[in-house]
């Protein structure tokens, strides 16, 4: 469950809040404090949904004291201002929302319910290709394993890229990714727009979920649409030679052919019981298509153990 | 007159440019099909220098991080996706003076995109499909001029035939701005590869391109070749000499130039414009 807390340092607001806002919002625990003491360590300890502060001496300085640390920058923080308090530079108190004290009832209920499902709309999203990051992707692929959900779990990534990297640099290398992040949504919601899912892990991983029957088309368009735009991201020269002389991971100079997609996938029948297990069955699905040259996909069609 | 600079800012100021009647409407039938493929809007779009043109603007965006990247109508629309394409679509401008013009102008832009592409596969050059996007847009400074200025342009036009004058030389006397000036500056602007930008930019004479030196003589032969057959028109009353280094870089025979011809022959037969 997760847990909203209050700390205003004010007993009657701490209290209206709690009252008005737990009367509408099922499925959240709400903590109240009056000093900011236990206030950090339960942050720390399970980060809430929300932060509420306010009217309180220093909450200037306690909303910065929150914000410093990089692993708090997301969380939501909403401040109660007393009334005619005005804030000159959010910069000084990064918030990500306010109301007036004493707040309004139904204003309270509604900014509250917002900030929480605005948190969640962008939580970690990939910054260079705005899909979902790793902590949705774990989250989606439980729940889907949590109802039983039939569906493909596919990973991809690209073959030879640090020595693309090495050679064209970050900015081409990026290019590439958003890219092929790009061509990966596009052909999984055209052909798979149901229940369909798509994530990037970081750096070249991505990853897909799709309903079973579809995983050989989706993989079979992406393979061909990849190949068919790779060489566009190359010089001339080398897209006349079809393959690079750039650096592999022991520093030694040495040839590599055009980039290529490798996918893996596995198919959830019900044996899978945690992301763990799923996760590492596609993974291993990956690794055996990154053993073929060029752009390939494998599916594994294996009945899992009983 | 105006100046250079105040026209330049005029031009880039748009957004599209329009496309023609039968072309929207064609377009709207296209996409109410539940079953189109996006095979099937490719073909389509490929035909048309205005969807081309928007098609390219938006996959060369930078909100996409791949600016100046994509030249092929058929990688675009992979990246682009079909329901933002679809919307993409609706929104498109004709027209608002049907001109007769603009349409011997698309017929010869459609032309110079088939002969590209024949002379780019007799040529031996990997991006045929390249070649052939840049003898289909290698005009759209005329229709950008032909849109900011309606009556200088339409004297060009008329001069041009009057006084058997090439329009880029009218154009120039008339405005100070020629069409290969004006479209490289739209296509720059709309982030277009480097390599349109300069076929577009020096169709006229290819030897003045720096990176693009092969792509700018393709759409420099096509566009003569186009003209020999007196499909579409362009507005020039007659057929430019081919430019000698361009002639050279390309490496065809007369042999293959008849070749050429007679494969362009069949193509265009088949494209005909219904208005």
């Not at chain 1, 932060?51 to 929150?66: Q, T």
């Not at chain 1, 290709?129 to 990973?155: C, D, H, S, W």
């Not at chain 1, 297990?277 to 294996?302: C, L, P, Q, T």
């Not at chain 2, 938006?58 to 933002?84: D, E, H, K, W």
Request: glycine share 8%; aromatic share 8%.
């Amino acid at each position: 469950m997760e847990t909203i807390v209050v700390f205003t340092g004010d007993r009657d607001l701490n209290a209206v809040i709690t009252a008005t806002i737990s009367e509408s919002l099922q499925g959240f625990r709400i903590k109240t404090f009056e000093s900011r003491h236990g206030v950090l360590d339960l942050v720390y300890d399970s980060p809430p949904a929300l932060v509420i502060l306010g009217c309180y001496p220093d909450h200037r300085e306690f909303v910065n004291v929150l914000r410093e640390d990089p692993i708090l920058s997301n969380l939501p923080i909403m401040m109660i201002l007393p009334a005619g308090e005005l804030v000159e530079r959010w910069t000084d108190m990064p918030v990500d929302d306010y109301l007036r004290a004493p707040p309004d009832a139904d204003e309270l209920r509604m900014r509250v319910s917002l900030a929480i499902f605005r948190a969640h709309r962008v939580v970690e999203t990939n910054p260079l290709t705005m899909l979902p990051g790793n902590t949705p992707i774990v989250k989606e692929v439980q729940a889907r394993l949590e109802r039983g959900a039939e569906f493909a779990l596919a990973y991809a990534d690209l073959d030879n890229f640090k020595p693309f990297n090495d050679k064209y640099g970050f900015t081409r290398g990026d290019e590439i990714l958003r890219m092929s992040a790009r061509l990966i949504t596009n052909i999984v919601k055209h052909k798979a727009p149901k229940d369909c899912f798509i994530g990037h892990i970081g750096g070249d991983d991505f990853v897909f979920m799709i309903a079973p029957e579809k995983a050989d088309a989706v993989c079979a368009e992406i393979i061909s649409g990849f190949d068919r735009i790779i060489p566009t991201f190359y010089d001339s020269e080398d897209r006349e030679s079809g393959f690079i002389i750039s650096h592999d991971r022991a520093g030694n100079r040495m040839l590599f052919p055009m980039l290529s997609i490798s996918i893996g996938v596995t198919i959830n029948n019900g044996a899978f019981e945690h992301y763990g297990a799923i996760s590492s069955a596609a993974s291993e699905m990956k690794k055996y298509a990154k053993g073929f040259e060029g752009s390939v996909y494998r599916i594994d069609k294996r009945e899992k153990g009983a | 007159m105006k100046t250079a600079a105040e026209i330049r800012d005029e031009i880039e100021s748009l957004s599209a440019i329009p496309t023609l009647p039968t072309v929207l409407t064609d377009v709207l039938k296209l996409i109410d099909r539940e079953d189109v493929s996006v095979n099937q809007i490719g073909d389509f779009i490929s035909e048309d220098q205005a969807l081309s043109a928007r098609v390219l603007k938006m996959v060369n965006s930078p909100i996409y991080g791949f600016p100046g990247r994509i030249s092929s109508i058929n990688q675009a629309l992979m990246l682009i996706g079909l329901g933002v394409l679809k919307g993409m679509l609706t929104g498109v401008a004709i027209f608002d003076v049907m001109q007769k013009t603009m349409v011997g102008l698309w017929e010869h832009s459609i032309g110079a995109a088939a002969a590209a592409r024949i002379i780019a596969q007799k040529a031996g050059i990997k991006e045929v499909e390249e070649a052939s996007v840049a003898g289909l847009i290698h005009d759209l400074g005329k229709v950008a001029l032909g849109v900011c200025y309606p009556a200088e342009f339409g004297q060009c036009v008329e001069r041009a035939r009057a006084e058997q004058k090439y329009i880029f030389d009218l154009e120039r006397d008339i405005m100070g701005v020629s069409h290969a000036e004006a479209g490289s500056w739209l296509a720059r602007k709309w982030n277009f590869p480097r390599q349109l930008v300069e076929a577009v930019a020096y169709h006229h004479k290819p030897r003045l391109a720096k990176e693009a030196k092969k792509l700018a003589a393709t759409v420099h032969l096509a566009d003569a070749l186009i003209k020999m057959t007196g499909f579409g028109f362009g507005g020039d009353p007659f057929v430019h000499p081919v430019d000698e280094e361009a002639w050279a870089l390309l490496g065809l025979s007369d042999d293959d130039v008849k070749d050429i011809l007679l494969e362009l022959e069949d193509s265009i037969s088949g494209t005909v414009l219904s208005f």
